[in-house]
């Protein structure tokens, strides 16, 4: 079964945390879009699909024909468990490998793996869809967040890539440690030089381990003020990340994610002399849509 390159289709993005969905015309055209925080870890074996279709009602109403889905809802926590496409993936390669959850109507992205060492579901779609938008044939795209991946593109493929779990770290570091004791009860502005003072610590350490006890040392030596050192924190793992990938004055680096996200990372990569431009969820929905064109020519 294949997608009729003549009718809009429903793109949806679906994490552990939310469901995001878009009303795509075939030239790629953003129709309409929603957003639930309604992750896969919400749900029940057969509460996905009813879940879908009621929530997206308007955009079938509105001419949607089929949906395309990716994240984490192909994974065996989901709707249905999709096997991993192998690196090097086209946008072509994961259309041939998409699995049809309700036929005819529901398709399901399978996600990527390198070889034996690394996976991922979702990214790869946001890859295709930033490499589309900045009409890129190769690139070095980073994708922030819980577990962010350093991807490697090349003649518009996907040929590896690495994961590090700095979102997660920064969570355990600042909920159950005892470095939990320096930060504030709620949630501070996010302080660009304490984030940056992170970052520089990061760069200068020997690792991680090493490092985060500096937030205990300057938080009691009053040499961080409390309200700064979330940011400083966030410096200090996120510039773990960047130095385990050696980022060099002069790289040119894709970062694609929310603004938060983004933000941050632009500012520390920037900081170490890489050449920075961003992308948000428009990726997402750029990438679908190359999906849904190579299952058209299928």
Same mark, same amino acid.
């Given at each position: 079964?294949?997608?009729?390159?003549?009718?809009?289709?429903?793109?949806?993005?679906?994490? #552990?945390?939310?469901?995001? *969905?878009?009303?795509?015309?075939?030239?790629?055209?953003?129709?309409?879009?929603?957003?639930?925080?309604?992750?896969?870890?919400?749900?029940?074996?057969?509460?996905?699909?009813?879940?879908?279709?009621?929530? @997206? *009602?308007?955009?079938?109403? &509105?001419?949607?024909?089929?949906?395309?889905?990716?994240?984490?809802?192909?994974?065996?926590?989901?709707?249905?468990?999709?096997?991993? @496409?192998? @690196?090097?993936?086209?946008?072509?390669?994961? &259309?041939?490998?998409?699995?049809?959850?309700?036929?005819?109507?529901?398709?399901?992205?399978?996600?990527?793996?390198?070889?034996?060492?690394?996976?991922?579901?979702?990214?790869?779609?946001?890859?295709?869809?930033?490499? *589309?938008?900045?009409?890129?044939?190769?690139?070095?795209?980073?994708?922030?967040?819980?577990?962010?991946?350093?991807?490697?593109?090349?003649?518009?493929?996907?040929?590896?890539?690495?994961?590090?779990? #700095?979102?997660?770290?920064?969570?355990?570091?600042?909920?159950?440690?005892?470095?939990?004791?320096?930060?504030?009860?709620?949630?501070?502005?996010?302080?660009?030089?304490?984030?940056? /003072?992170?970052?520089?610590? &990061?760069?200068?350490?020997?690792?991680?381990?090493?490092? *985060?006890?500096?937030?205990?040392?300057? +938080?009691?030596?009053?040499?961080?003020?409390?309200?700064?050192?979330? +940011?400083? !924190?966030?410096?200090?793992?996120?510039?773990?990340?960047?130095?385990?990938?050696?980022? =060099?004055?002069?790289? =040119?680096?894709?970062?694609?994610?929310?603004?938060?996200?983004?933000?941050?990372? /632009?500012?520390?990569?920037?900081?170490?002399? &890489?050449?920075?431009?961003? !992308?948000?969820?428009?990726?997402?929905?750029?990438?679908?849509? =190359?999906?849904?064109?190579?299952?058209?020519?299928?």
């Amino acid at each position: 079964m294949t997608f009729n390159a003549t009718h809009p289709f429903i793109a949806v993005d679906w994490g #552990t945390s939310s469901f995001r *969905a878009a009303l795509i015309a075939p030239d790629g055209e953003i129709l309409d879009e929603l957003m639930e925080p309604k992750g896969i870890l919400s749900f029940k074996a057969g509460e996905f699909a009813p879940f879908l279709i009621s929530t @997206c *009602a308007r955009m079938t109403r &509105a001419g949607g024909q089929s949906f395309l889905l990716s994240g984490m809802i192909g994974s065996r926590n989901g709707m249905a468990e999709v096997p991993y @496409c192998p @690196c090097p993936a086209t946008p072509d390669d994961v &259309a041939r490998a998409v699995r049809w959850a309700v036929k005819d109507r529901v398709a399901i992205t399978p996600g990527l793996r390198f070889e034996t060492e690394d996976v991922m579901r979702g990214e790869e779609i946001q890859v295709f869809g930033a490499a *589309a938008v900045l009409e890129l044939s190769e690139a070095t795209i980073v994708l922030p967040g819980t577990h962010s991946k350093w991807v490697n593109f090349e003649n518009g493929a996907i040929i590896g890539f690495n994961t590090f779990m #700095t979102g997660e770290f920064y969570s355990l570091l600042a909920q159950h440690s005892i470095l939990s004791k320096s930060l504030p009860a709620h949630s501070t502005a996010f302080e660009p030089q304490a984030f940056l /003072q992170g970052i520089n610590m &990061a760069q200068s350490g020997v690792n991680l381990l090493n490092t *985060a006890f500096s937030l205990r040392v300057k +938080s009691l030596f009053d040499q961080l003020h409390a309200d700064h050192a979330a +940011s400083y !924190l966030s410096g200090l793992v996120i510039g773990e990340e960047l130095a385990a990938m050696q980022v =060099q004055e002069g790289a =040119q680096l894709i970062v694609v994610g929310s603004q938060n996200l983004t933000t941050r990372y /632009q500012l520390a990569l920037e900081h170490l002399g &890489a050449s920075v431009k961003t !992308l948000g969820s428009q990726a997402a929905w750029a990438g679908l849509h =190359q999906v849904y064109l190579a299952l058209a020519r299928q």
